[in-house]
């Protein structure tokens, strides 16, 4: 007879990754009693008829007796040498394919990144609204210390309040330069600006670029880390979006820059990455072809283009809610408007998307997931082709024309 609960690990006890939390569940309760549920609450390209690019298919099928046995720990060495090339076209600086390393999904490094780089109590600055899997990542292993991107610059870093954040514990920071959940661009400027605190505090500058190359109209793609070689920088990327290919699990780190004060932190890494015998198989093959092949996104980002299209659609019909403003995203896939409060009494963000899941069958994510302090934002996922997407955001009108929290 046991007398003793297996509770959860305290060191998950302050984690949330809320894009499949309560909402979700409550989704898939009404899809077992027979509703039909749209899901916007989640970047899968797949479910909407976004396909990889068919040459990797091809190129996968052709090479799939090559991905039944484990790798090399740190990644195959052709898709490390397409990724650095990659970088050097990009203008990074103090490449070395020692210090590349592919796992499954950026989700997967995020993970052993912060392993191996933090001890308890050690700070690195996050930018809220955020994406949560880092806040959660860095939580467990050390300190998160978050910095306000703000609204009314179009969601840029706000420098001040991240030169505010620093204390003697702050060891690194992080951005996601063609941001989820708010689809900026943060320009040159403000990453040189962002380089110097670096450089001043000698912090370590992760960059999640996963959507570096889903941006709209003439925003430019800036890695921060071809700005400077005298500070330490981790890119991160992956197969994920820009190549549609989320199931298949890939993702890259590469050290650049500064990368001589960091060799055991590299160490720690590649320890990390040995110990899981290699990422999945499948990703990798394809990664060469990927990088080097013709890049089909843009027809997709294009003026025209599919996500062009939506983007424009969704804005368009999102600005013409009483009650909704939303800064027009940049890059990426997602709206992160904001709802008048006082106007719809929400005091809740996720009780104000579960009721609209109720009622309109359309499931998205509250602010809070994005561990934004207030309740008065949510997520919108424009994937969807534009009459799916059409009529997602009539419901949403739709219902806010009476709804009124209780
Ligand atoms: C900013 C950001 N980083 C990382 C990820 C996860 O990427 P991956 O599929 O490579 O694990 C996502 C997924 O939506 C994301 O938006």
Known sequence: MYTRIFSKAKRLENTNYDIRGPLLEEAENLIKQNHKILKLNIGNTAPFDLLPPEEMVLFFQKNILKSFGYTESKGIPEARLAILQNYQRRRLTNLNIENIFIGNGVSDLIEIICKAFLNKGDELLVGIPDYPLWTSTVKTFGKVVHYLCD???????????????????????????????????????????????????????????????????????????????????????????????????????????????????????????????????????VVQSALGGYQSIFDLTKVGGRLHTQRDLGYKLLSQIPGISCVKPKSALYFFPKIDVKKFNIKSDEQFLLDFLKEKQVLLTAGKGFNWPQPDHFRIVFLPHVDELKDALGRLKDFLEHYKQK
């Open 151 to 285: 609204e009314n610059s179009s969601w840029l870093p706000d420098i001040r309040d991240i030169k505010r954040k620093i204390t003697p514990k702050t060891k690194g920071i992080v951005i996601i330069p063609f941001n989820n959940p708010t689809g900026a661009v943060y320009p040159k400027d403000i990453l040189e600006q962002i380089i110097k605190i670096a450089r001043e505090h000698q912090l370590a500058i992760f960059s999640d670029e996963i959507y570096d190359k889903i941006i709209y109209d003439t925003h430019e793609s800036i890695s921060i880390a071809s700005l400077a070689e005298d500070v330490l920088f981790v890119t991160l990327n992956g197969l994920s979006k820009a190549y549609r290919l989320p199931g298949w699990r890939c993702g890259w780190a590469v050290f650049s820059g500064k990368t001589d004060i960091a060799t055991g932190f590299i160490q720690g890494v590649k320890e990390l990455c040995d110990q899981k015998l290699g990422a999945n198989a499948p990703g990798q093959i």
